[in-house]
């Protein structure tokens, strides 16, 4: 089964509200109203960590999304380029899925291709970011809220995010220094966001997803110079 066809195993959304009864002289109050004015009430009397915690459980509530605005990239600098909405899920993670992971990818061609591949709705696949060999330049196709379809594995789909390199496995040229800072940079900075450690067990090639039959990033890509590049990158506060 395809992830475009799997279950969501996601909470259902559905609208919610009282049975129509009248028990009182008063128009009855919805369930999301008191949801919305005791979670207000609430974090006024909280201090700023209970606050924050009581914010994450907000958006675990069937019925809400967070706040998005159109064109918003996640990474600094980014260009946003959306891919097609049959090459990823709308999703709200990490509060419905936690992200765990960075997956590494090659893409086997030019970034002009992974682009252009990403935006096709029959292609069923993209990343979430795509890093040119030129000049480093990055694009972000798919938000980090959504899962993407990358990594060929259900469930590293859902708790990682996907960045494409342009390149090919076999040609060590195609991956420049200019590759390797702005992906160290890009791979830290997720990392930041989502509090996980900087190495090997949470940044992993797609030849490393259990299941899949891709050999990317492949034997050329550099991964003690890279790791290198990524534990140096200064930390960003949240």
């Given at each position: 089964?395809?992830?475009?066809?799997?279950?969501?195993?996601?909470?259902?959304?559905?609208?919610?509200?009282?049975?129509?009864?009248?028990?009182?002289?008063?128009?009855?109050?919805?369930?999301?109203?008191?949801?919305?004015?005791?979670?207000?009430?609430?974090?006024?009397?909280?201090?700023?960590?209970?606050?924050?915690?009581?914010?994450?459980?907000?958006?675990?509530v069937p019925g809400?999304?967070?706040?998005?605005?159109?064109?918003?990239?996640?990474?600094?600098?980014?260009?946003?380029?959306?891919?097609?909405?049959?090459?990823?899920?709308?999703?709200?993670?990490?509060?419905?899925?936690?992200?765990?992971?960075?997956?590494?990818?090659?893409?086997?061609?030019?970034?002009?291709?992974?682009?252009?591949?990403?935006?096709?709705?029959?292609?069923?696949?993209?990343?979430?970011?795509?890093?040119?060999?030129?000049?480093?330049?990055?694009?972000?196709?798919?938000?980090?809220?959504?899962?993407?379809?990358?990594?060929?594995?259900?469930?590293?789909?859902?708790?990682?995010?996907?960045?494409?390199?342009?390149?090919?496995?076999?040609?060590?040229?195609?991956?420049?220094?200019?590759?390797?800072?702005?992906?160290?940079?890009?791979?830290?900075?997720?990392?930041?966001?989502?509090?996980?450690?900087?190495?090997?067990?949470?940044?992993?090639?797609?030849?490393e997803v259990p299941?899949?039959?891709?050999?990317?990033?492949?034997?050329?890509?550099?991964?003690?110079?890279?790791?290198?590049?990524?534990?140096?990158?200064?930390?960003?506060?949240?």
């Amino acid at each position: 089964m395809n992830e475009r066809n799997a279950p969501d195993h996601r909470r259902s959304r559905r609208a919610d509200g009282t049975d129509g009864t009248d028990r009182t002289s008063r128009p009855s109050i919805g369930r999301r109203a008191l949801l919305v004015g005791g979670v207000a009430a609430g974090l006024g009397a909280l201090g700023y960590a209970a606050r924050d915690e009581v914010a994450r459980t907000w958006w675990r509530v069937p019925g809400v999304d967070r706040p998005r605005t159109e064109g918003e990239v996640d990474h600094p600098g980014a260009d946003w380029l959306p891919a097609s909405e049959a090459n990823w899920r709308r999703a709200d993670r990490p509060y419905d899925y936690t992200v765990d992971r960075v997956v590494i990818h090659v893409i086997q061609g030019p970034y002009p291709v992974a682009l252009k591949v990403f935006q096709d709705p029959s292609h069923r696949a993209a990343t979430h970011y795509v890093v040119r060999t030129s000049d480093g330049k990055v694009t972000q196709m798919v938000r980090e809220l959504d899962v993407a379809y990358h990594a060929g594995n259900r469930e590293y789909n859902e708790r990682s995010v996907g960045i494409e390199h342009e390149g090919f496995v076999d040609r060590p040229e195609t991956i420049t220094d200019a590759t390797y800072r702005a992906s160290a940079a890009l791979t830290a900075g997720i990392c930041d966001r989502y509090g996980l450690p900087r190495d090997r067990e949470h940044i992993i090639g797609h030849v490393e997803v259990p299941g899949t039959d891709h050999t990317d990033p492949g034997p050329h890509w550099d991964w003690d110079r890279y790791m290198r590049m990524v534990r140096d990158v200064p930390v960003r506060k949240a």
